[in-house]
């Protein structure tokens, strides 16, 4: 029987202030400076993607009641809020950890670096599927990449090898065999990891079914991702903030509308809404799995390294998140709608984890 899956939100470790100043100069502190501002916390914080929110949330309370350390606080702010927040300085004032639907940038590994951050250990949490979902009280809708780029771009082909502003307000304009209904889809904003994860693999992926816009990509890249990665700015496109339950709510009000969200959130609300087949692929946890479905990512998290035996039960929470038991393939995290790793994988992030190996990008 399938697992259920309930999604995707971030963990996210709240910013109750205690105490500690703002250490976000250009000089970096040293290990002194950073222990003298950051021991007076005994809690460890947490922000981020409201994806990986869930999972982090199920682990923090697991944690709390299982060990003598207190339960961690977990705020989610999205993943770009949350890497912002990570990224800003040491001490109490500032998240220990920030969950994201994506992979940290080096933009922001720099950020970090420049407000004293230069240690940070990555945590792959496993994976999880972006779906487009709509209410079942109207029919399941199939499409292809390249519909649903032509749906959401702000701009598109004009068949004369240009674009034009896109002109499709229903979707039937777009192929006569989709609904003769206006195009609705309700999405995450600019600062969601699930967006970024959106544009990479759908919009990206739809924009690429162009010859003449993927031979671009390599002779006049800013071009391409104008096109291949801007949404459209009407109301057929409208940003629904990083709240998931929300989007599900308003598809079910609103039974012509579709909304773009994680899996989990699918899985966790089967009962009024349905996935949306892109490319022939149904969105389930196998297809996600195995890598058939077309618009799937992976979940992280990241840790100041730093605050390792300042912030007590830094490196017993990451024990206990890469265990077996957590974010294995059996374990309870997948019965909270993580797609977990196959066993190798698993095995060789939880050793690099524990060794506390530090992440590059090179």
Same mark, same amino acid.
């Given at each position: ?22 250490? %976000? ?81 080096? %933009? ?11 240690? =940070? ?52 304009? =777009?192929?006569?065999?989709? $609904? ?7 999405? $995450? ?23 003449? =816009? ?97 912030? $007590? ?50």
């Amino acid at each position: 029987m399938m697992k259920k899956l309930l999604l995707c939100g971030v963990v996210a470790v709240g910013l109750a202030a205690c105490g500690g100043g703002d250490s %976000s100069t250009t000089d970096a502190p040293s290990a002194g400076e950073k222990a003298a501002v950051t021991s007076g916390r005994d809690q460890i914080k947490i922000v981020g993607s409201s994806t990986v929110y869930p999972f982090s949330t199920t682990v923090a309370e697991n944690f709390g009641r299982s060990t003598s350390f207190k339960t961690p606080i977990v705020e989610s702010t999205g993943s770009g809020g949350g890497l912002k927040l990570f990224c800003s300085g040491v001490g109490a004032n500032h998240p220990d950890m920030t969950n994201a639907s994506r992979r940290i940038k080096a %933009s922001e590994i720099k950020r970090c670096a420049d407000n004293g951050i230069n240690d =940070i250990i990555e945590v792959k949490v496993g994976y999880d599927g972006i779906v487009l979902a709509n209410s079942r009280k109207s029919d399941q809708f199939n499409i292809t990449l390249r519909e649903l780029y032509l749906a959401l771009a702000k701009d598109i082909p004009n068949g004369n090898g240009g674009t034009k502003p896109n002109d499709h307000q229903r979707w039937n304009e =777009i192929n006569p065999a989709l $609904p003769d209904t206006k195009i609705e889809i309700l999405g $995450p904003p600019p600062t969601s990891g699930t967006r970024d994860a959106f544009v990479e693999l759908a919009m990206e992926g739809g924009c690429q079914t162009f010859d003449w =816009i993927a031979a671009m990509e390599k002779t006049d890249k800013d071009t391409y991702k104008a096109i291949c990665h801007s949404f459209r700015e009407d109301d057929n496109f409208i940003e629904a903030g990083e709240n998931d339950n929300l989007i599900v709510q308003k598809l079910n009000a609103n039974p012509n509308a579709l909304g773009i969200f994680g899996f989990g959130f699918l899985d966790q609300n089967a009962d009024s809404v349905q996935g949306t087949v892109i490319n022939d692929v149904v969105p389930t946890f196998e297809n996600i799995s195995d890598g058939s479905y077309p618009v799937s990512r992976s979940l992280f998290f990241y840790v100041k390294k730093d605050n390792i035996g300042v912030v $007590p039960g830094i490196e017993e929470f990451l024990n206990e998140f890469t265990s077996e038991r957590a974010s294995g393939q059996d374990g309870y995290l997948a019965e909270k709608g993580l797609i977990p790793m196959k066993p190798e994988e698993h095995a060789a992030r939880k050793a690099s984890v524990l060794a506390l190996e530090t992440v590059s990008l090179d």
